[in-house]
């Protein structure tokens, strides 16, 4: 079985590459350089992925910078930092790219019709405190229609599935299911703020801290000086 994973090189998109693998998949990994801050997660797409072993990994190419609307694409607009919780999920953040995942399942889709992939699979989590719009069931469901509809492929009865396995899942319940799957997760990155060095305070970091020392365990991602990286 082949499948087309979205892999950002961040804690989920791993998990989910290495889930694909424990499927039984042909991982074909698709990422995309567009110009966002931190752009420095393809690095670790590009590391995961050769871990992985997978069959073809694809970086694509383009610029949401043209049009901003986002913390990630505009340099003006500044990545929220030290941020509760709570305040992170009372509204959708300026960490929210307009139409990002509509974009990026829109070239895997494309992707996986051209090898006749039955599979793409996405790190989407609607647990997740950020309560972006595109990472919801209902989203979710509304893409697989376009599937079905939109391709040659699916108008013959044979779409392309959509496969979110994180989709309901903490965390913390994420980052236990990477360790049974053996995700390297010293080769992932999380942050949004555009540094060499992650900066632990940004609210991806923060999620992230906060979940490994909810499991009492070290992440092993190295963060500026005086940042804790859990226990």
């Known amino acids: 079985m082949k499948a087309v994973i979205l892999?950002?090189?961040?804690?989920?998109?791993?998990?989910?590459?290495?889930?694909?693998?424990?499927?039984?998949?042909?991982?074909?990994?698709i990422s995309f350089d567009y110009q966002q801050r931190h752009r420095r997660e393809l690095n670790s797409a590009m590391l995961v992925a050769q871990t992985a072993g997978v069959e073809e990994h694809q970086v694509v190419?383009?610029?949401?910078?043209?049009?901003?609307?986002?913390?990630?694409?505009?340099?003006?607009i500044d990545v929220p930092q030290a941020r509760s919780l709570?305040?992170?999920?009372?509204?959708?953040?300026?960490?929210?790219?307009?139409a990002r995942n509509t974009i990026f399942l829109s070239f895997a889709l494309g992707y996986a019709e051209a090898i006749a992939a039955e599979r793409v699979y996405i790190g989407v989590n609607?647990?997740?405190?950020?309560?972006?719009?595109?990472?919801?069931?209902?989203?979710?469901?509304?893409m697989q229609e376009v599937f079905r509809l939109g391709t040659k492929q699916g108008r013959e009865g044979d779409a392309t599935a959509i496969v979110a396995p994180l989709i309901h899942l903490k965390k913390t319940e994420i980052i236990?299911?990477?360790?049974?799957?053996?995700?390297?997760?010293?080769?992932?990155w999380s942050c949004y703020s555009g540094g060499d060095i992650a900066c632990g305070v940004c609210d991806s970091c923060r999620l992230r801290l906060a979940a490994?020392?909810?499991?009492?365990?070290?992440?092993?991602?190295?963060?500026v000086e005086g940042v804790e990286s859990g226990e």
């Open 7 to 29: 892999l950002s090189g961040g804690l989920d998109s791993s998990t989910v590459l290495y889930q694909a693998k424990a499927d039984g998949c042909e991982c074909y990994a």
């Open 61 to 76: 190419n383009f610029d949401l910078r043209k049009w901003g609307g986002s913390a990630l694409t505009d340099e003006k």
């Open 86 to 98: 709570e305040e992170m999920s009372q509204n959708i953040p300026i960490t929210y790219v307009p």
């Open 126 to 142: 609607a647990l997740d405190y950020s309560g972006y719009p595109d990472c919801r069931p209902d989203y979710i469901q509304a």
């Open 176 to 188: 236990q299911l990477g360790n049974k799957l053996g995700v390297p997760w010293h080769l992932t």
């Open 212 to 223: 490994f020392e909810e499991l009492g365990l070290q992440d092993p991602l190295a963060y």
